[in-house]
């Protein structure tokens, strides 16, 4: 254990550990009220663990394996006992899993029960990422006064609801999390699972959809029939929903996310909802994807988290610190937006031209967009492998993908905050989406991926608005080099494919392709708008 303690450090870049002399409890039966017993193992330092703050780990995932050791084991080597907990159904726990829908009361009953154990001490730490954030949300509000921080990285108090907007579902994300939650307690799940991912990505060309979880699994999946089946509006969700929650958390939070990550939409809003009821909050955004490795939670853990358990302050900081993209640094602000970045539009204009001024008259640009053959989705917001920043050249090859580019930039340009964009859009069909990416173009002519949205329209064979929303940014765009804007319509399957025909994503079976228009001109002035530090 010590050599794959030696590893982890190297990896994640830590410094060196308090020990790594370990001792491991497992199995402890934690009750809940129903008479459902949930398993956890405690790790705590082999001498003088007891009492120590307590960092609590509620796992979907297991409590073993690549969690114990890159998780777990990190803490409990700098200052912490950690329990793990397998949440509902899962790895021993008793219980049927309804993942997301049981955790607020499961996780209170875990700190009742956790409050009352005589090694526990008087300060937990909620720590984790994405599911293991989620739970942190789920009982925020109502935590017992031996909580002293949260730590909630890479997640958002609402967790599925982004992805199923109505105006644009993100299918890649929930399909795929689904999937892996069903097939993960498989023997050799871990070696089976590069050739099931490949299956997964094969399931979602199935039409209908509805039938996609027997296409990946070979069975029904519950999570993934609801995902299909409700959008985020849907009362369905309501138990899932912490977002109301976040006003009302009185103990600090370091909320920590990356530009790449599925949920960081969500994990802004929260931070900045904390911010508005005069919360103790401080919000870290680094150049990460979802799985990233990195050490800043443990970090964050350490210098943050025990701080606060032991009734000390952190070292003092900003609340907002950024990874400046392009510029390569990071950099610290007051809050979220940040103040001093004002609305600048860049105007689409004929011939794949992108300018400050509008354009003076009328003009279209035209693409098909077939279903069929749907515009594929590169890099950017999705899960690994291909996440984050990537040469876009290919995907501009396609006569379905319109490019509009700036002339070379005379001087920096900082986008920092949350961009938008206006397409005046028209199709031949009633249903369709306008997805939008900013992209940096670098002086050998390669356009690389900074920030994207999508919406859906109803009516879109009526001239109308589209208003897209980006996802966050903070980026340098260098002197030197160009601004480009993407339009198309999608991005598969990060996006489910718009059939063209209104049916129900999950029951769709006919794909009808479409003729679409951007227009640009004095009455249409298509555009996006970039949060800038300098006049363009």
Known sequence: MN?????????LKLPPPLTRDLVVERDLRVPMPDGVDLLADRWAPRTGGEGLP????????????????????????????????????????????????????????????LVEQQWAGDAIVLIG????GYVQWAVADRVPPQVKAMIPHMTESALTLEFLRGDGMSLQT?????????????????????????????????LPLADADLAALGHRSDYIQ???????????????????????????????GGWYDIFLPGQIRDFTTLQAADRPARLT???????????TLTREAVEFGLAHARGEQPPERAPVRLYVTGEEA??????????????????????????????????????????????????????????????????????????????????????????????????????ADVFVRLCEVDAQ????????????????????????????TAHRLRRGRRIRVQVSSGAFPRYARNPGTGEPLATATTLRAADQSVHHGPEHPSAVILPVRVAL
């Open 129 to 132: 990422t994405s599911y293991m």
């Open 330 to 431: 990071w950099r610290d602000f007051a809050s979220w937006p940040p103040q001093g970045y004002e609305g600048r539009r860049l105007h689409l204009h004929p011939g794949g031209a992108l300018a400050v001024e509008p354009p003076t008259a009328p003009r279209s640009d035209g693409y098909r967009y077939d279903p069929a053959d749907p515009t594929p989705s590169v890099g950017g917001v999705t899960m690994p492998p291909g996440a984050g920043r990537v040469d876009n050249t290919a995907l501009e090859a396609r006569p379905d993908v319109l490019t509009y580019t700036t002339p070379v930039l005379d001087e920096d340009v900082e986008v920092v905050g949350e961009v938008s964009a206006e397409i005046w859009f028209r199709s031949s069909l009633p249903y």
């Open 226 to 256: 609801a995902i299909l089946a409700h959008d985020a509006d849907d009362p369905h969700w309501a138990a899932l929903d912490h977002r109301d929650r976040v006003a009302d958390v009185t103990v600090p939070v370091s909320s920590i």
């Open 445 to 472: 002519g390669r356009s690389v991926n900074v920030c994207d949205g999508l919406t859906g329209l109803t009516g879109a064979d009526e001239l109308g608005r589209a208003t897209v929303r980006l996802w966050p």
């Open 54 to 113: 307590t960092a609590l780990i509620r796992c979907p995932y297991g409590r073993r394996g690549v969690i114990a050791l890159g998780a777990v084991r990190p803490l409990a080597e700098r200052g912490y006992q950690v329990l793990i907990q397998s949440t509902r159904g899962g790895f021993g726990s008793g219980g049927t899993p309804d993942h997301m829908r049981q955790e607020r009361a499961d996780g209170l009953a875990t700190l009742d029960w």
């Open 174 to 206: 929930p399909f795929g999390w689904g999937a892996m939650i069903a097939l993960q307690e498989r023997p050799f799940a871990m070696v089976r699972q590069p050739f099931e991912l490949k299956g997964i990505r094969r399931a979602l060309d199935t």
């Open 3 to 11: 050599l794959s303690s030696h590893l982890v450090q190297r990896v």
């Open 285 to 295: 955004i680094g150049p990460w994807t979802h799985t990233s490795l990195d050490n």
